[in-house]
């Protein structure tokens, strides 16, 4: 029976004695003797009564609240009684009611003692007003008995209840210990408000290596390590206020001080007077290790996702960015929030509709893949955009990945190529008719320098202009002749850079007055090269020409080599006038050039550039303005042939 | 007395220019179109310089070089190589063979002088 039902019989069984009491007292035919008296046990009866009405319902669960109310009441019973001499007959009913009242106990030796108690009372009152002599003496005494057989009636029916109650109570007992022992998860049981550990079940000692024994010994504190001590005493306050609570933050310590992280949940229960708070737990070690693989995971995608330098982006099918990756945020200057949701043409480029040819509406039409090369004028750039399908199971599209690629520099570069492609040819048809137009070409510059001698020639800047012309078509076929060696697969011999270069300089001081140039050479040994020594010839000298001019034959040239780990270095070093800045990024395409139209060609460079590529070499360029320049060449050296 | 140079060239406007050119300097200029003839004249003649073409009929610039360098009375002559042909393996071609400066087509009056200074040292 719970607290709230026997709260409210006891209460209900009181309330009917006295109002029986009450009109026995007042309407039977017996005397009044002290009204005073009566009126107080009366009030007395029905302020006790209100009384319980106030009290706490575990209270009634207290037995010895519950003693004290049976001999309570049957001592008022039978004072009401005593006072209310003659009443003859039907008063003994309300022992009845107590006898009742005390067969809630469930206690037969209790019981037993009340029907006793109340058979002598009875006896004892009878025998005071003189009744067990009178004419009905008989059935006043007979109904002694009555009362102690009726009290052994409710004695044998309480008692069977009881045992069948206690045998079912033992099953039920056993079942939920089954139940609390065998459970998956760990449940504590904390007495409340000491909340020390009263009992534990064997997934507690499984997952806390503690020993139940062990376990008993402890409070709620202890389950937790001294930094979560804080956190778990939180937690408990909560679980006191609302009488449940759940928490995965917090992790018991086991036994040794490994730390075991659980998804807890505690309730207050109720039992009897007595109260608890269950604590379930479950090991979260292994949900927390797939979380950690899931995160993981997700990480790797995103930095897989992320490490790809082209711009990826998952969109809907109706153009919602759902996903980007560094290289669009990055691209686009802006940050992840910006991006996310809005449709991809109004987020990238500002405009209300798909841009024209893009794959990804294709791919949203069509379901499958498309690319396509778009021009963007922002900044000149062309895009080779692929677009990919993400079908469901059903084959319906789900969303689609747009690929980016900015391949600007690469066709650029193609453009180049194909141009250097061109120059190759050029420089191949040229080679072959270089003697036939040089030859011509030193009698025009030749002739027309000695008419320029001649006096009587008026007008000699057109003669001039006439040297200067032939100059330039001369430095153009010897540029574009150039080419075609490159284009040539040549015979290829072990090349002492050293010695390469020590002629390259000879040949240049031939070629070029330059008297007031140091030369400092700083030269080790380094390892053969596998290469054609006219092409290698042909980069030295004209680095060191180079060197020279930007001197304007005066200054300092250094020449060094050196030998590296995987390869043998060259250095070409001048303190002349340098390279602006904003050129360097150019100075190795072909045809670029600084010098006045006939002053150069803008291939040499270009050449240099070719020859050392070819031989899988570096070429790279310092230079600062007035300060100087140096090349610096690095050839890998030959891999060794055991 | 002034020096003399023999100018060999197939070109008759190369050989022209280098003709008058030289004989402003104060030089005596003899000619030859072809190897060949250029041998003869320098069995013939003596010598202070010569200027050689490499692509010519009959005996290329490159056996004359080696015919004048094995031979000992011609050996001391300097040479200067003047071609069309410009690439690089050929001036070291030249050079080997015993050329004493390489002039390449089209070339100009400076160069000319620049290599003349360079021969005879000064003028």
Known sequence: MKGQDRKKVILLLRWTAIIVTSYLIFFSKGRVTDL?????????????????????????????LFYSLVIFDTGLVSFGMYLSEMVTTDFYILFFLVIIFASLSRNFKLLMAIG???????????????????????????????????????????????????????????????????????????????LQIVDVNREVERLTSY????????????????????????????????????????????????????????????????SFFQLI?????????????????????????????????????????????????????????????????????????????????????????????????????????????????????????????DITEEQRLQKQLIQSEKLAGVGILASGVAHEINNPLAGI?????????????????????????????????KGLGSYSRIAKKEEQSLVDMNEVLEDSLKMVRLAIKASAVEVVERFQPVEKIEANIGEIQHVFTHLITNAFQAMNSKGTLILSTRSLK?????????????????????????????????????????????????????IDVESEENMGTTFTIQFPKRREES | MSKKILVVDDEEVIRKFLRIQLAKLGYEVKEAADGEQ????????????LICDIMMPKKDGWEVIKEVKSNPKTRGIPVIVLTAKQEDPDMFKGYDLGASYYMTKPFTKDQLLYGLKLMFGGA
């Open chain 1, 566 to 618: 995987d390869s043998a270095e060259v250095k070409v070093s001048d303190n002349g006038m340098g390279i602006p800045q904003k050129y360097i990024s150019h100075i190795f395409d072909p045809f670029f050039t600084t010098r006045n139209p006939g002053e150069g060609t803008g291939l040499g460079l270009n050449i240099v550039y070719r020859i050392v590529t070819k031989y899988e070499g570096t």
């Open chain 1, 281 to 405: 737990f479950r090991d979260l070690t292994e949900q927390r290790r797939l979380e950690k693989k899931i995160r993981e995971s997700k990480m790797n995608l995103q930095a897989i996702f992320d490490g790809i330098q082209d711009r990826l982006s998952i969109q809907t099918p109706d153009y919602k960015i759902l996903r980007i990756n560094k290289a669009v945020i990055q691209h686009h200057h802006t940050n992840y929030e910006e991006l996310i949701g809005k449709k991809c043409y109004e987020a990238y480029y500002q405009k209300s509709l798909p841009c024209e040819r893009c794959p990804v509406s294709v791919t949203i039409k069509t379901k499958k893949p498309a690319s396509s090369i778009l021009k963007i004028s922002e900044g000149d750039t062309s895009l080779r955009t692929f677009s990919y399908p993400i079908l469901d199971d059903k084959g319906d599209l789900r969303s689609v990945i747009e690929y980016v690629q």
């Open chain 2, 38 to 49: 250029a041998l003869e004249k320098l069995g013939k003649d003596d010598f202070d310089l």
């Open chain 1, 36 to 64: 005073h008296l009566i009126h107080l046990l009366i009030f007395g009866y029905i302020f006790s009564n209100l009384l319980l009405t106030f009290l706490p319902k575990t209270w009634f669960s207290n037995p010895k």
């Open chain 1, 211 to 274: 020993k139940k024994e062990e376990l008993l010994q402890k409070g709620f504190s202890d389950l937790f390590g001294s930094e979560e001590d804080g956190k778990a005493l939180g937690y408990f306050e909560e679980v006191m206020k609302q009488g449940e609570g759940r928490t995965d933050s917090l992790s018991l310590m086991r036994k040794g001080g490994v730390p075991l992280e659980v998804d807890l949940s505690a309730k207050r229960i109720d039992l009897g007077d007595e």
């Open chain 1, 116 to 194: 006793g108690v109340t058979a002598l009372l009875y006896g004892i009152l009878l025998y005071s007003w003189g009744l067990l002599t009178s004419e009905n003496g008989i059935s006043y005494i007979l109904r002694i008995p009555f009362i102690f057989i009726m009290t052994v009636f409710y004695g044998y029916i309480v008692q069977t209840f009881t045992r069948e109650t206690q045998k079912q109570l033992a099953i039920s007992e056993d079942k939920y210990q089954g139940l609390f022992e065998n459970a998956n998860d760990g449940i504590i049981i904390l007495r409340n408000p000491q």
């Open chain 1, 445 to 477: 510059i030749g002739m027309a320098e000695i008419a320029l001698e001649e006096e009587t020639f008026k007008n000699k800047a057109y003669l001039k202009d006439i040297i200067s012309c032939g100059q330039r078509i001369g430095e153009i076929v």
